[in-house]
Antibody, heavy 124, light 107 residues
Framework: EVQLVESGGGLVQPGGSLRLSCAAS????????MHWVRQAPGKGLEYVSA????????YYANSVKGRFTISRDNSKNTLYLQMGSLRAEDMAVYYC?????????????????WGQGTMVTVSS | DIQMTQSPSSLSASVGDRVTITCRAS??????LNWYQQKPGKAPKLLIY???SLQSGVPSRFSGSGSGTDFTLTISSLQPEDFATYYC?????????FGQGTKLEIK
């Protein structure tokens, strides 16, 4: 079964750090770019970060740039999000997602597989 | 960054109704538009990619159309399991921004 399973969420104090993991199974993890998307309680989806299939290229939303680091270990089929200097506004469910590709006249992409999410609570 | 705006933000409808949700991009994104469905406490689920292509396993009552800046998601005959929140997302450029969501509720 193709799946993504996040872990590592929890309660952390403002200014603290946390590392999220996303374990992939059922597909060739090293062939896919991966993304992190978060959702604050009662709010919409916010795009957070991306990493290319080989880890050579990364992207961060302005809201997390300089505080979060995305990485991957293709030998362990695992995606990571190292979060530092956490703020109240970082409190959210964090989802990892696979970036699927469809080849036609153009190359289209979409997030076809999502993890179940892991909750990060930032509070003193 | 490309901004995505959905309308309406919420919508009440009945089982069997035909429903349309609109998504507008702040610049042309060709057909690089995806639609997702999210139910409470669950991860989003991909419904439509490339503006009009139905993801495998998604019922044919869902359809998408549009190109450039204006897009629509249509549900031809609402079923009880369709009451959820729907998001559009552009895949033209990074960041892959989402619309703010449309909550579809039972009338």
């Amino acid at each position: 079964e193709v799946q993504l399973v996040e872990s590592g969420g929890g309660l952390v104090q403002p200014g603290g750090s946390l590392r999220l993991s996303c374990a992939a199974s059922g597909f060739t993890f090293s062939s896919y770019a991966m993304h992190w998307v978060r959702q604050a309680p009662g709010k919409g989806l916010e795009y957070v970060s991306a990493i290319s299939s080989n880890g050579g290229s990364t992207y961060y939303a302005n809201s997390v740039k300089g505080r979060f680091t995305i990485s991957r270990d293709n030998s362990k089929n695992t995606l990571y999000l190292q979060m530092g200097s956490l703020r109240a506004e970082d409190m959210a469910v964090y989802y990892c997602a696979r970036d699927a590709l469809w080849f036609g006249e153009l190359l289209f992409t979409a997030f076809d597989i999502w993890g179940q999410g892991t909750m990060v609570t930032v509070s003193s | 960054d490309i901004q995505m705006t959905q309308s309406p933000s919420s919508l009440s409808a009945s089982v069997g109704d035909r429903v349309t949700i609109t998504c507008r991009a702040s610049q042309s994104i060709s057909s690089y538009l995806n639609w997702y469905q999210q139910k409470p406490g669950k991860a989003p689920k991909l419904l439509i990619y490339a503006a009009s292509s139905l993801q495998s396993g998604v019922p044919s009552r869902f359809s998408g159309s549009g190109s450039g800046t204006d897009f629509t998601l249509t549900i031809s005959s609402l079923q009880p399991e369709d009451f959820a929140t729907y998001y559009c997302q552009q895949s033209y450029s990074t960041p892959r921004s989402f619309g703010q969501g449309t909550k579809l509720e039972i009338k």
